[in-house]
């Protein structure tokens, strides 16, 4: 669960503030590759080859993709894929990431 929430490198916000647009596949690719998403302490930047590597204090790395209408993360050493449906406030150009089980977390471009 830790590498879940680590994957999306995220702060969270109110998400009833802002107005959220949902990004399909090839719009999430273009939003995440070679990009930097930062939060209070933390960071995370996702590279075109599938690599992502997340910055708390400590360095990760695992693999990323956008899947259908999904962001995807696989941290070793387990196995499994985590997706998350995205959305972007364009006011604000933060990202908002949605679990399966609902729980939402909101990234934004490092600067």
């Known amino acids: ?36 998403l930062v939060h209070e302490g933390a960071w995370q930047q996702f590279e075109v080859s599938d690599r992502t590597h997340y910055n708390a204090c400590s360095d990760s790395w695992g693999k990323w993709r956008a899947e ?27 990202l908002r990431f949605e679990g399966e089980s609902g729980d939402l977390t909101v990234g934004h471009y490092a600067k």
């Open 68 to 94: 259908g209408d999904q962001y995807c993360s696989q941290w070793p050493p387990t196995g499994g894929w985590a997706c998350y449906a995205i959305a972007r406030d364009d006011d604000t150009g933060a």
């Open 1 to 36: 669960m830790r590498m879940q929430i680590a994957a999306l490198a995220v702060l969270a916000t109110s998400p009833a503030l802002a107005q959220w647009r949902a990004l399909s596949g090839p719009k999430i690719a273009g939003a995440l590759s070679e990009r930097k």
